[in-house]
C-alpha cells in the first residue's frame, strides 16, 4: 500500500521533476518505545499545496516537527532540493528555506506587530561600536507586507493581542514569506477560525501558492483540504495511507479514506496486528 | 467545484487591496494618545512616584527635597535599584530569581575574604568577586533550564544555600565570627577604590559651590560633596539597560523569550542562551551591590542584603514587570527603587512610625500588581 502511493507520488512529481522541494521517503521515528511515524513518504512542489491529512494521532505532528528540525528522524530519507539534509535545529530548517506556522505558537500577544514579525531576526543598524534594531525600517516593512495581504496595520507597534486569529495567522504566514521561505508548513491554520478569518487564511494560501512556494497544510477538516489543495495525502498510525493529485480523489472519497482507514486499522489490529 | 470558489477568490484578494484597508478598518479605533502613553510598561511606577513624592512634599519636613535630602534617599534607592533592574530584565526573560539578596551576602564574604583573608588587591577582588558570582547565576540558570523546573523554587533553595554558605564561610574566615572587618585598610590607597566607593563628581559641585548654585558650609565648602557612586553605577545601569531591553536585537529576545519560550525557540531565538546570560547578569547585579556596600561599610556581614530578592522583585512589579514575563520595563523598576528609597528614608523626615514601611510596600506591591493587569488588559486589547 505505501509503496504503491509512494511511486503514485513520485510519478506525479516526475511530470515536473526539479520542482520537488521537499522529498521524504520512508521516515521513521521512534521515541523510545512509541514508533510515531513507520515508513512516511511524501514531495512537495514548487507552487503547489499538499494536504496532509489524518487523524489524531496519526503522525501528522511528528511528521512535520521532523519537517521542521524540531525531531531527528530515526531513519529514512529527507531531501530538500535534491538535496540530503540532516537538521540540528529550527534554525537550519529556517535556513534551508522550511517556515513552520504552528497553530498557536506562532505570535506572542504581548509583543508588537513589528517585533513578532522580526523577531529572531531584527534588522539591525549599527552605530559605531554599538548594534540595536532599526524600527523605522522594521515599522515601514511590516506596514508594507500586511498592506500586501489586506490587512491594514494602523500602528505596527500595536501587541498582536490585538489582532484576531485569523490575521495572527496571516501576520505568521507573511513573516514566513517575507523571510525568502521555500516551503511553508501551516499546522492546523483554519482549526481555531470562523468562517470569514478561514475564508481570509486560505485566500492568503492561494496567493503565497501563486507566488511558487510550496505549502504543506496540515487539517483535519476535507473542505478546507479541498479549497486549496493540489495534492493530498493522508496519514494514519504513522504510515502515508496514500498519495492523491486534486483529479484522482474527491471530498467523498478523502472523508472515508480519513474515517475507513481507522476502522481498517482497527480491524486489522484485532486481526491479529497484520495489515 | 470548491476549486474554483477558491481560484476565483484568491484572484479577488489579490487585486483590491487598496480598497481592503478602509473596510478593514472600521471596526479599529484611531490609536489614541491616551492608549499609546497607556500602553507604556513604566505608567504605573511614574504615577506612583508622582503620588508618593507629592505625599511627602505635604507631610515630609523641607530638608527632604533639599540636595542634600535626595542624595540621603538616593543612595539606598540606587543600591536596590542595580538589583531591581536585574530582576525586571530576568522578570521580562520570563525567570525569577529569589537568591539575589543572599547573593549579596555571598559575593560580599568573597570580595571581603579576597581582599582581608587572602590579601588580593582589589583589582583582583573585584574580578573573582564578579567572576564567582557569574559562575553562581550561570548555575541557578542552568539548573532550572535543563530540568525545567520553574526558576521559583530552584532559586528559592539558592536563597537558603547561599544565606547558609555565608555564615558557615565568614566563621572560617574570621575564626568564629559572623563579620568581616577590615575591608578599609586593605583597600587603601587603591586607584580603582574611588568607582565604587564614596562620592563622584567632586570636582563638579566643588565649582558650583563657587559659583554660589548649592548650599555651602562656612568654609566655602558645598554641603554635599558629591554624588554617591553607587547612583552614578545606578543612573548609567538603568540607562543602559533601558536601551538594550527596547532598542536592541538582545532586547526583542528577551522579551520573546518570556512571553512564549517555545514562540521564540521556533523563531529561531535563542531562548537557552538568553536566559542563561539574565540569570548571570542578575548574579553580577548582587555582586556589584555587594562590592558597593561592603566598600562604604568597611566589613562585610552575614545578614548582607537581607530580603533584597523580595525588594528587588517588588520594585521590578511597580516597575511594570508581569510575573508571567515577556512585559516590564528597566526604566520603570529603576522608578520603583527610587519609590522605595523616598519611602524608607522619606518616613524619618516625617513624625509617621517608620514601622508603616513594611505596611506601605505590601500595599504598594498589591496596588501595582491590580494596576498593571488592569493597564495591560486595556492596552493589548486582551479579551
Known amino acids: ?275 | 467545484m470548491v476549486d474554483k470558489t477558491a481560484q476565483s477568490g484568491g484572484e479577488a484578494a489579490a487585486e483590491p487591496p487598496d480598497t481592503t484597508p478602509a473596510q478593514a478598518d472600521e471596526r479599529i479605533r484611531e490609536v489614541s494618545a491616551m492608549t499609546k502613553i497607556l500602553r507604556r510598561p513604566e505608567l504605573g511606577a511614574i504615577a506612583g512616584l508622582i503620588l508618593v513624592t507629592v505625599f511627602f512634599l505635604i507631610t515630609a519636613n523641607a530638608n527632604m527635597f533639599t540636595l542634600a535630602g535626595i542624595m540621603n534617599f538616593m543612595a539606598p534607592a540606587a543600591q536596590l535599584g542595580i538589583l531591581a533592574i536585574g530582576a525586571a530584565l530576568l522578570m521580562v526573560g520570563g525567570e525569577f530569581d529569589l537568591s539575589v539578596g543572599s547573593m549579596v551576602a555571598f559575593a560580599g564574604l568573597v570580595f571581603g575574604t579576597c581582599l582581608v583573608v587572602l590579601g588580593i588587591p582589589l583589582p583582583g577582588a573585584i574580578v573573582i568577586t564578579f567572576i564567582v558570582a557569574g559562575a553562581m547565576g550561570a548555575l541557578n540558570g542552568q539548573i532550572v533550564l535543563r530540568t525545567g523546573l520553574p526558576s521559583f523554587i530552584v532559586t528559592l533553595a539558592f536563597l537558603f544555600i547561599l544565606r547558609g554558605m555565608t555564615l558557615v564561610g565568614l566563621k572560617w574566615a574570621t575564626g568564629g565570627s559572623t563579620q568581616l572587618r577590615g575591608v578599609k585598610e586593605a583597600v587603601e590607597g587603591s586607584w580603582l577604590a574611588g568607582f565604587f566607593s564614596g562620592d563622584a563628581l567632586e570636582g563638579l559641585f566643588a565649582w558650583f559651590a563657587s559659583m554660589g548654585w548649592v548650599d555651602t558650609f562656612k568654609n566655602g565648602l558645598p554641603k554635599v560633596q558629591g554624588v554617591p557612586v553607587e547612583v552614578i553605577w545606578f543612573v548609567i545601569f538603568a540607562a543602559v539597560a533601558t536601551w538594550v531591553l527596547v532598542r536592541t536585537r538582545f532586547g526583542n529576545w528577551i522579551f520573546a523569550a518570556g512571553g512564549d519560550a517555545n514562540a521564540a525557540r521556533n523563531s529561531g531565538v535563542a531562548v537557552n542562551r538568553v536566559k542563561t546570560i539574565l540569570f548571570i547578569l542578575t548574579a553580577c547585579c548582587a555582586a556589584l551591590v555587594a562590592i558597593l556596600t561592603v566598600l562604604d561599610a568597611g566589613s562585610t556581614d552575614a545578614r548582607r542584603g537581607f530580603q533584597k530578592e523580595f525588594e528587588a522583585i517588588i520594585a521590578a512589579v511597580i516597575g511594570g514587570c508581569l510575573l508571567t514575563g515577556g512585559y516590564g520595563s528597566a526604566i520603570g523598576a529603576a522608578i520603583g527603587a527610587v519609590i522605595f528609597g523616598m519611602v524608607l528614608i522619606g518616613l524619618t523626615y516625617t513624625t509617621i512610625d517608620q514601622d508603616w514601611y513594611l505596611v506601605f510596600l505590601g500595599g504598594m506591591l498589591l496596588t501595582a500588581v491590580l494596576f498593571n493587569n488592569f493597564i495591560r488588559k486595556r492596552a493589548t486589547g486582551e479579551r
Open chain 1, 1 to 275: 500500500m505505501t509503496d504503491n502511493s509512494s511511486t503514485n507520488g513520485a510519478s506525479n512529481g516526475a511530470a515536473n521533476g526539479s520542482d520537488v522541494l521537499i522529498d521524504v521517503r520512508d521516515v521513521v521515528k521512534h521515541f523510545g518505545s512509541v514508533i510515531a511515524l513507520n515508513g512516511v513518504s511524501m514531495a512537495v512542489n514548487r507552487g503547489q499545496v499538499l494536504c496532509l491529512l489524518g487523524d489524531n494521532g496519526a503522525g501528522k505532528s511528528t511528521l512535520i516537527k521532523t519537517l521542521a528540525g524540531v525531531h531527528k528522524p530515526t531513519a529514512g530519507e529527507f531531501r530538500v532540493e535534491g538535496r540530503a539534509v540532516d537538521f540540528n535545529s529550527p534554525r537550519d530548517a529556517l535556513d534551508a528555506g522550511i517556515a513552520t506556522v504552528y497553530q498557536d505558537l506562532a505570535m506572542i500577544p504581548l509583543m508588537s506587530v513589528t517585533r513578532n514579525f522580526f523577531m529572531g531576526r531584527e534588522p539591525v543598524k549599527r552605530l559605531g561600536p554599538f548594534r540595536f534594531i532599526n524600527f523605522d525600517e522594521a515599522d515601514k516593512t511590516t506596514r508594507e507586507e500586511m498592506q500586501k495581504i489586506g490587512i491594514d496595520v494602523r500602528d505596527p507597534q500595536q501587541a498582536v493581542g490585538t489582532l484576531s486569529g485569523g490575521e495572527r495567522q496571516c501576520v505568521a504566514i507573511a513573516r514566513a514569506v517575507y523571510f525568502g521561505a521555500k516551503v511553508l508548513i501551516l499546522d492546523e491554520p483554519t482549526s481555531a477560525l470562523g468562517v470569514a478569518q478561514t475564508s481570509m487564511v486560505l485566500k492568503y494560501v492561494d496567493q503565497v501558492r501563486n507566488k511558487g512556494l510550496g505549502v504543506i497544510f496540515i487539517t483535519h477538516n476535507v473542505r478546507h483540504a479541498m479549497a486549496v489543495g493540489d495534492r493530498f495525502t493522508v496519514l494514519n498510525r504513522g504510515k502515508t495511507l496514500g498519495n492523491f493529485a486534486r483529479d484522482e480523489i474527491n471530498m467523498d472519497e478523502l472523508q472515508n479514506l480519513m474515517a475507513g482507514g481507522k476502522e481498517l486499522q482497527q480491524l486489522s489490529a484485532s486481526l491479529g496486528g497484520t495489515v
